[in-house]
């Protein structure tokens, strides 16, 4: 019987050792990786170690352009996945939540859709994923149209699904720094 105790008190002991190297190692993560000079002579306070700088590369106008193009592109697909995936038991609020990312004319037309949309009686949803890449057709810098091409599922009542690929046709425009829909068309 004193073997299974000590057996057992090794085993939990083993264990908490364990615990506390994991805690440790977990928590020693970002530390500042510093060049200290080796010397004979010991630091003072105006002797500190030298810090690790990496020169970046400037960067060119056609990476700043790719740039700029890739945040309007993500910002286009994240907008025609959310603007084309509605329900009529959703009252079109897909489209509502989106009105701070539009323009005002925009905005308004969108709002007057809604308010002459007549209500389903049977259900009717349509769910869109993007499919990239997204086509800029044209971008000034302050005003932009792309194609975004959407695989759309569309469910009504109790027909079978209808599954298809359409492109929508945009028109963005530069508010300061973020940019906004000013049109929206369903192609094709």
């Known amino acids: 019987m004193p073997n ?23 928590r020693g993560g970002g530390t500042k990786i510093t060049n ?6 010991p630091q003072t306070s105006e002797t500190k170690p ?5 020169p970046l590369a400037p960067v060119t106008k056609e990476q700043t352009a790719a740039q ?4 309007m592109s ?23 939540d989106l ?11 969108m709002k007057s859709f809604i308010t002459n949309s007549i209500a389903s009686k049977e259900f009717y949803g349509v769910t869109s994923r993007v ?5 800029v057709t044209s971008n000034t810098g302050t005003s932009a149209s792309v194609v975004v091409s959407a695989h759309r599922t569309e469910v009504k009542g109790t027909a079978p699904e209808k599954v298809y690929d359409q492109d929508i ?20």
């Not at 993500?74 to 079109?92: D, I, K, L, P, W």
């Not at 009105?99 to 037309?109: C, G, I, K, W």
């Not at 046709?169 to 094709?188: F, I, P, Q, R, Y």
Request: proline letters at 3%.
């Open 74 to 96: 993500t910002f286009a697909m994240q907008f025609v996945e959310r603007f084309g995936s509605f329900s009529s038991e959703a009252n079109y609020q897909n489209i509502v």
């Open 50 to 54: 030298e810090e690790l700088v990496i």
């Open 4 to 26: 299974a105790k000590k057996i057992l008190i090794g085993v939990i002991a083993l264990f908490i050792l364990v615990l506390i190297l994991v805690a440790l190692f977990l």
């Open 169 to 188: 046709k945009m028109t963005l425009v530069k508010s300061g720094e973020e940019w906004l829909v000013d049109s929206a068309v369903w192609v094709k």
């Open 99 to 109: 009105y701070p990312v539009m323009t005002s004319s925009f905005a308004a037309e």
């Open 68 to 71: 700029k193009n890739r945040n």
């Open 36 to 41: 200290t000079p080796v010397t004979s002579a």
């Open 131 to 135: 499919l990239v890449p997204v086509k």
